[in-house]
Structure formats: C-alpha cells, structure tokens
C-alpha cells in the first residue's frame, strides 16, 4: 500500500512540475521550454550540447509530433 501512495504521491510531483513548465498552457511541453525549465532547475545540464539536448528531447518525444506531452514526460521522469 505505501508504494501506491508513493506512486500517487509521484504522479502529484509530476503534474505539478508539468503544468509550472508548460508557459504556454497548450498542455505540451515544447523543446524550448523543457530545455529552458530543466536548465533553471537544476545545473546538471547546463554543460549539455545542443546534439545532446536534440538527442534528449527526440527519446522524450516518443510519438515524434515535436512536443512533450504529459504521458511522454511521466514516460521520461520514471525512466531517468
């Protein structure tokens, strides 16, 4: 039981982070503004280049329509 309430706990975390990174408010998390959010919130990818962020963000992108939406950003969190 206290694994599901971390999950749901998890999940919570989650949509928070999604909805203070998504600016534009469309509910998809652009390039821009994921590469923009992920380098103010922490310096683990302020030496990132720029084929490392592409590489980055085509894994996250998995239905390839060029936005992150909430799924593929959930999808990407667990993953890491």
């Known amino acids: ?4 309430m971390a999950s749901n706990e998890d999940l919570e975390d989650y949509i928070a ?3 203070q990174m998504d600016k534009s408010h469309d509910g ?5 503004e ?3 959010e992920l380098m103010q919130m922490t310096d683990d ?8 962020w592409e590489d980055m963000l085509a894994v996250m992108d998995s239905n390839n329509d060029g936005k992150i939406d909430f799924t593929e950003f959930v999808a990407a969190a667990y993953d890491r």
């Open 28 to 32: 998809f998390l652009s390039y821009d």
């Open 34 to 36: 994921l590469k923009k």
């Open 45 to 52: 990818y302020n030496e990132t280049t720029e084929d490392g």
């Open 1 to 4: 039981m206290s694994n599901l």
């Open 17 to 19: 982070m999604f909805k």
